[in-house]
Each structure stands twice: as C-alpha cells, then as structure tokens.
C-alpha cells in the first residue's frame, strides 16, 4: 500500500512538473522602457541644451522590433526603430533645446481703496513696513508722496500734500525672484484733481506670483508584437 501512495506522489510531481515547463515555454516575454535617472535634471532652465537617455530592456522569447516616439509637450522631437535579442538592452538619447518660459499667472491678493479728500489730508496709522516714495516739486506745482505701504490694511501713515494742478500716479513695484517662481508686489497711488482744492485718492494694491509652466516629456515605445510601453517626465522650468 505504501509503495501506491510512492508512486502516485511521484507521478503527481511529474505531471505538475510537465505543465509548469510547458507553460513556461508558451508564457510571453515582456519588455521595460524607463529613464536613465542620471541624465534627467531637476529642473529646466532657458536657453540650455538638454540631453537625456531612456533605455529598453528585451526580456522577450525572441528577436523584437521596437518603434519608439519621443515627445516634448505633446510635439514629436524624435522617432526610431531598434532591433533586440532577447536579453539585450539599448540606451537612447535625444536632446532638446529650451528657449522661452512661459508663466501662469497667480492672483495671491488684490484690494483697491478710494478716499474722497479735500485740503491738504493726512491720514496716519501704523508705520511703513520698507522704504517710501517722495515726489518733489516741478512746473505744475509741489506734490509730496511719502511713506507709501507695501501691504495696505486700512490707514498706514499716509501723507499727501495735494497743492498740485494735475492728476498724479506712482507705482512702486517690487519683484522677488527665485528658481521656481516671480512674486510681484505692485503699490499704485492714483490723485485725481476733483475740483478747487478736491482731491480723490485711489489706492490699488496686488500680490501676483508667476509660476513657471512644467515641460512633460514623453515616450512611447511599441513592440513588433504590439505591446506599447510610456513613460513620462513633468520637469519643472526655472527662470534663467
């Protein structure tokens, strides 16, 4: 009895046996399409020439013909065909140049802040936070603009002295920039002549970051066997 349960086990084992290497032999192969990381840089900058490889890997039964596209934002930089055995690799490279940085513009905060006035008016509040502008005399008569705030919430020690014969704008403006992004700070003081010694004073503030846009590479790889392998990069761009 004991030399039937042998024998079975052991033609069990070979049946599975059988099937495992038969299914093995039929299983398909399959390919890997992926970046040389050391070659992709971090971000981009303008005005630079880029070189960055992606390599196939054949891990198919057989020879395979690989056709391959190559994208920059949605527009075909490169296209090819390539021959592998299987277990053999190849590396691709494709350079690309970055001319222009487009930008996305951002409203971080906006308020613009009327005051009716007439005579000469002072309107005083807390100190300034950096530097004021100061507008001195010329042939239409003397106007002084000072301690100007570069955030305003409410009255910020405002001095106009509005002995003038015309309308009045100053802008002041003040950009800080880094790699990734431009954040725009923009101060406008408007004085409108409303009549003898009336005045409107208009104050429009504005906080705009510009973000440069991200540039997407793409790959798309097709087998002769019709498999289709992509990958793809979102690199951002910096300012040069």
């Given amino acids: 009895m004991k030399w039937e349960h042998y024998l079975l086990a052991i033609m069990v084992i070979l049946v599975i046996g059988s099937i495992v290497l038969i299914n093995s032999q039929r ?43 190559i994208y920059l934002n949605d527009m075909v930089i490169k296209d090819g065909n390539i021959s592998l055995n299987p277990g053999s690799m190849a590396q691709v490279s494709f350079e690309f140049f970055i001319e222009n940085v487009t930008y996305r513009r951002v ?8 005051y009716n006035l007439s005579g000469i008016y002072d309107i005083t509040g807390n100190y300034m936070r950096w530097g004021g502008i100061l507008i001195v005399n010329d042939s239409y008569g003397s106007r002084l603009l000072e301690h100007l ?32 992004s431009t954040v725009v700070k923009e101060y406008q003081l408007m004085l409108l002549k ?20 991200s540039l997407t590479i793409r790959v798309v790889v097709e087998t002769s066997n019709g498999k289709v392998y992509q990958i793809f990069k979102r690199l951002p761009l910096a300012e040069g």
């Fill in 107 to 114: 409203v971080l905060w906006e308020q613009t802040t009327t």
């Fill in 194 to 213: 409303l009549g003898e010694d009336r005045y409107r004073v208009i104050v429009k503030e504005s906080k705009i970051m510009y973000l440069p846009e």
């Fill in 27 to 69: 299983a398909p192969g399959f390919s890997k399409v992926y970046f040389d990381s050391t070659t992709v840089p971090a971000y981009l900058t303008p005005n630079t020439t880029y070189s960055i490889v992606f390599i196939i890997e054949s891990h198919e039964k057989g020879p395979e013909e690989y056709s391959f596209k």
């Fill in 149 to 180: 705030p570069p955030s305003y919430a409410g009255p910020s020690n405002l001095s106009f002295l509005m002995n003038t014969s015309k309308n009045v704008t100053v802008t002041k403006i003040v950009e800080n920039r880094s790699n990734t």
